[in-house]
């Protein structure tokens, strides 16, 4: 799996490839129809197949004091992507020049720097200058330069509503594991480097991992039932608080996993939390004795969880 940028050069070996066109935030089952149709155009023809996305996301750029929203990192879409059965990740840096051209200088983009010979999106993917490209236009308009194009329709859950991203934000955002899982496919995962933190869980017998937030939706705060996979690519089982830990001052927004059973040292080490299950909201406690029973409570139902969702 490549990585690619869109200041660089394409290599020869990756001209004349299938692009998949999205944000493909999360990766959910609509993106990877998108991607999952690229693939089997590519193979058909014995041809490379590159999975195009754009960082930062289009609405950062547009709205950088946002509220941050994203669901995955580059790095965690390029695993997604390649296993997927991309051979490559081509980010576009989004900025002014790029929103700047229009719908022909994209499409044009497209066939002479990167030497795409087709191209797969969704329904509703919109590109140039004020998003007033459409599906329609890059087909007609790859067709003019020897493009091939291919829309594929809105992925649709067994309720008939259509997947998108902003139902997993919301799914998140209520503290519903589950629902987003299901649209993901996969449990929500929040990937960073263990920093150092203030070592009060040490002290409560719960030492943990802590992680900063950055750039992710923010699910709702609480306690969860979690899965980590570290840097060695083992997975621990743990429990997580998720918020700013309301019973100390001054808070302090971070995602908090003591891991069951482990020992050793995790600082500085890039791991990945995936969301299982949300077991209650923050809450302050009156003092350090109720704060660890609880924590000694929150533990036992997170093992429970994890047991049972492994059986």
């Known amino acids: 799996m490549e990585r690619l940028t869109s200041d660089g050069v394409m290599p020869a070996h990756?001209?004349?490839g299938w692009i998949a066109l999205g944000n493909f935030d999360g990766f959910h089952l609509g993106h990877q129809a998108v991607v999952g149709r690229a693939v089997a155009r590519a193979r058909a023809e014995g041809r490379p197949t590159i999975v195009?996305?754009?960082d930062p996301h289009p609405a950062s750029f547009f709205k950088p004091n946002s509220t941050p929203f994203r669901l995955t990192t580059l790095e965690q879409r390029e695993r997604l992507?390649?296993?997927?059965?991309a051979d490559a990740m081509l980010v576009f840096g989004f900025d002014r020049a790029l929103a700047s051209r229009s719908a022909e200088e994209f499409v044009t983009m497209l066939v002479r720097d990167f030497g795409a010979a087709g191209v797969v999106t969704g329904e509703d993917f919109t590109f140039g200058k004020g998003r007033a490209g459409t599906v329609a236009q890059l087909a007609e308009l790859g067709a003019a330069m020897g493009l091939s194009c291919e829309a594929v329709a809105p992925v649709k859950d067994a309720g008939g509503d259509i997947i998108s991203s902003s139902r997993i934000r919301a799914a998140l955002q209520a503290g519903d594991c589950?629902?987003?899982?299901?649209?993901l496919t996969r449990p929500f995962a929040i990937e960073g480097d263990v920093i150092h933190g203030d070592k009060r869980g040490r002290d409560l017998g719960f030492p943990?991992?802590?992680?900063?937030l950055g750039g992710y939706l923010r699910p709702a705060y609480g306690i969860y039932a979690v899965r980590a996979r570290l840097a060695d690519g083992s997975v621990v089982n743990g429990a997580a608080n998720l918020g700013i830990r309301p019973s100390f001052d001054p808070p302090k927004e971070l995602l908090e996993t003591y891991l069951f059973d482990f020992s050793g040292d995790l600082y500085g080490q890039t791991v990945e939390v995936s969301l299982i299950e949300r077991l209650r909201g923050e809450a302050k406690f009156d003092g350090l004795d109720a704060l660890k029973a609880q924590m000694a409570d929150d533990v036992a139902r997170a093992?429970?969880?994890?047991?049972r969702d492994s059986a």
Request: hydrophobic share 55%; glycine share 14%.
């Open 81 to 85: 992507f390649a296993g997927a059965g």
């Open 208 to 212: 943990t991992a802590n992680m900063a």
């Open 14 to 16: 990756l001209r004349g």
């Open 303 to 307: 093992r429970a969880i994890l047991s």
């Open 52 to 54: 195009a996305t754009f």
């Open 178 to 183: 589950g629902e987003a899982e299901a649209l």
